[in-house]
């Protein structure tokens, strides 16, 4: 059943998430977001985030980053981010598709934490080059990261401030952001706004949602025409009221705190089990739900063999061992972790 | 609270789907349609129809046609269709967007139903300019359409055969295609592939479920590629099982066609109780759950001031008085359709 | 040989444009616009429209209006123009390719030219469809018009004043802007800025040149990172001396009128022409340099037989005859007028 | 007047192919392409490729790359390419323009030259994540490279080999394919379909044209709807005569040959002139008519001051020397050759 460590969506939803759907399917209301919930959703968020924000549910986190992605970069714009983030690998060319052909511009990094001097240092190439080249558009950053680490905010602080330099919005994918909110130990203020984030891709999904997230932007004047933009990507639900129950509920009395800091711990709790496991060596530190850990083919096979579940991860398959990504969630039980370290330092390699 | 005939979509789900939701809330399942729901969807789409297809679960209908549209027409195509289709007025350009510029022709109808002299003439003048205009790419048509009017299986065969004969497919946009289905009284394989479509957007939102769609291909060939379109769109949901729970229960024990009888009803009582309203006139014959109704001015204000819902229709305000739409829906009580209409019965316009 | 009235484009380059060609042929000047020619064009037409514009040289009309077009209106947006213009039936869907989408909203016009009241009632029915329609956008016109007619100047004033109501710009397919010009007998600011035009696809081709169309904006801050969209498009031609030196020809010493004037005059002439020839009837005013003609089927054909060169006109083939269209140049001779209306008269149908 | 060495295409229009533009402005022709000359450019190349082809004549390399792309990738898939290719880095961001979002998925090379085990393994990737990834779409590399290497056939057939396995094509952007031709001694069919090339970019602007590419397909059938693409991009000229014109006097006589050898020559002859300027430092092997070289500053600023015309390479910048480009072409004078080489020679940094 459990012992599932491939992604934090394989979890149902929470059980207040649940309950608020049901409470929500209740008599006649006006449709497409002109229902109590969704205005509520409006008035939570801006509270939680200390300002005024204009705030969009959509059904996937796909949806979240490419919308807000080509609402603030012009067709013929650059995306600065880090080279393996998720909207280059895993979106199927969604920026692409939505910008209308925006170009997708990686740095490289370890850590998956793109860095000031990487984005002063495109911009100048893209200047030099003129009208040739794709036109400096925006940055974006994921928090938490691909490889699970965290920016801190000094970091986030660092390349906004290159960005606001040549006025550059800044997008954050926070599929994961409830997980890097807890690390950080900060506001949602803090974290977003006050270091710079123009537009926030808030996750709820992986964090116990059905399936909800919600593109937040910190000025309202650049969401101009967004739900124009959001229609006709067909990610306006008629039936928003759904939706917007999910995330009020999210949002509500540190509910998502709450479920990322069980996620959180969980990892944290894996990765002090793996010091217990010869040969495991952990690829980066644990700041949030992923874990990506070295392991002798043997093992992971063996591991494989007992039913758990867990992704090799591509292009980090070498001679010395497999890559393997754990990720865990509000959901994942305590024994889950215990087991799989249990498991995995009893098969001994030859 | 009721007397609410804005829109089907102002209704709650109904209560089969919401326990489908509730119950599919178990466990660690595989995400992005690795589950047994969706697995069961197809078996149960298939069985219903008839023959193998592919079913895609998405949230909403503008993703539907529009991601059904992109897969059959070329970017430089034309997408033949009623020129006050859906997706023509109502989708924000969708299609224009997901196809990357293909070129809606819409045809005049009085009452919605294309007409294969049409379809003959617009593709003979495509074929008089050459590459100079688009190219013939597909027909679409809604059923039951924009205006409560249900094509009979006569009419689809007619249009469709035209479309065969240029090697266009045929695209169905089955928003209210429940609706259709019980006025036609046929199986959904005889409304469908069996006269000629190809591919179906299948509406459940509007008639009992929180927000579930289908795009179903009746030959799986022709879906090749479609969930790479359906995920680089953000429409492929993670916690699939959500959707493809609303679908299974929708389509089970004939809960979309039960559901449709009572919207379908309740559309025909309210057009019986107009005969007794002096000045009010029916624009259509209604077939399925949709009235557009002219009224005097004076009589519209008047039902606004006593709380019932229902839209204006644009352009269709004449001297003569106002057009109404009015759509009733799976949970329309009875009784609000009889106060709608002794309330209009008792004003007297001057 | 000559007896082409198929299109203007059939004609060669004048001697003028083609002097100018070679002689631009001259050493190592820098590409893509840093040259001395592109830099004249600037003053040129600048002076020539009485006012500080920034001209865009491309070589195709659908470059041209297309470019424009898609960097006036969002990608989410309408195009109000003639449901039957260049743009609609002509340029294989290049609008909808170039704005990513954006959809064409056709207006019916037995001449050719849209009018006010057909724009307020389509900006009128946009709104309120609110955001589930496509955004109001810009609107087109084009000048001389699909039909050989020729919008008066308060004819397009009309139509501006509306649009500028709703803040839409405005766009000319100025693709015989030249043949408008000498009809209207007014200057090119007069007929374009002074009454409401904010950018021209300003034809050459036709009338003249090799292959060169230019761009003009009339507000430079409407052409912010134009250059960028034609780069992309692949419209910046590298050695852009070439195309700088045919349009500074044919906007020197009012070539560009005289060659119109000549068109007109051979379209005027063969106009005239047809009152002697029984059975001929012209569809529209020759207002430019074009002729729609109602001949019949027997006579068409024999006109075709005798090596006569013109378009038989698409969906106007009816019973009581056959749409033909002709088309005049720079470069028809006199004589061919001639011999084409005695070969026409002399045809004596059953 | 010369001295220029920023461009090859800084350079003006050869003889041959301006008396050919001359003479094909003579009468009345068929426009967009059913005209003598563009008929008889069909056989040309086809003669010349040693099998039946299918080509177009476009006005710019930009056009050419990427409407060639846009036919052979779908908008949801990869296409891999050198890092810092001409499309990458060069065009504005096209290639996503004109395929509706495809992905540019770029290789580090220190050469320009993409290898067939960096092939494999990003298609392993890609596979690995399946639908959530672009789809492997296409190869294409650029033949003379962006840094004046060539690749061997031997080369060109290893990476052709590893993308026929997985089906996908390849194109080949041939901006300077002439200077690569002379290069190898080998036949254009020889160095280019025989060696896996399904569809070439022809240049002829950088090497005597006025302005004309050729998209050239080997296989007829992978051109379905071209023309099409071609239209609606406004890439199809009316006066197409014009065109064709060029790129057959181009191909005539081995005139491309002829001025890519001269092109060549004098890169040669620079880079053998370099050996006798103190820190100079050549990047790369000169294979063709471009040349990189690292000089001091002081030199670098020297020469600017001196008139003569590179460009300094963007980062490319080192504490060690600049990098400048410089690039030959037909018509470049063996003596300023000399005087450049003189001219750097004569320079002693501090």
Known sequence: M???????????????????VNKANEGFVTSYGGDDLTAKLQSVTSELFERQVTVFPVTSGTAANALALSQIVPTFGAIYCYEAAHIVTDESGAPGFFTGGAQLIGFPAADGKIRPEQLTRAVAYAEDLGIHHVKPGAVTLTQATEWGTVYSLAEISAVSAVAKQYKLPVHMDGARFANALVHLGCTPAEATWKCGIDVLSLGATKNGALGAEAVVFFDPAMARDFERRRKRAGHLMSKLRFLSAQLNAYLKNDLWLDNARHANAMATKMASGFR???????????????????????????????????????????????????????????????????????????
Chains 1, 2, 3, 4 share one sequence.
């Open 276 to 350: 217990g496991v010869s040969e495991a060596r952990l690829l980066h530190p644990v700041n949030a739900n992923e874990l990506f850990v070295v392991l002798p083919e043997q093992t992971v096979s063996a591991l494989e063999m007992q039913g758990f579940k867990f992704y090799r991860w591509p292009l980090h398959t070498g001679e010395s061992g497999v890559t393997i990504r754990l990720v865990t969630s509000y959901a994942t039980p305590s024994a889950d972790v215990d087991e799989f370290i249990a498991a995995a330092a009893a098969i001994k390699p030859a």
């Open 2 to 20: 459990g012992r599932n460590f491939s992604s934090d969506h394989v979890a149902p939803a929470c059980d207040a998430v649940m309950s608020a």
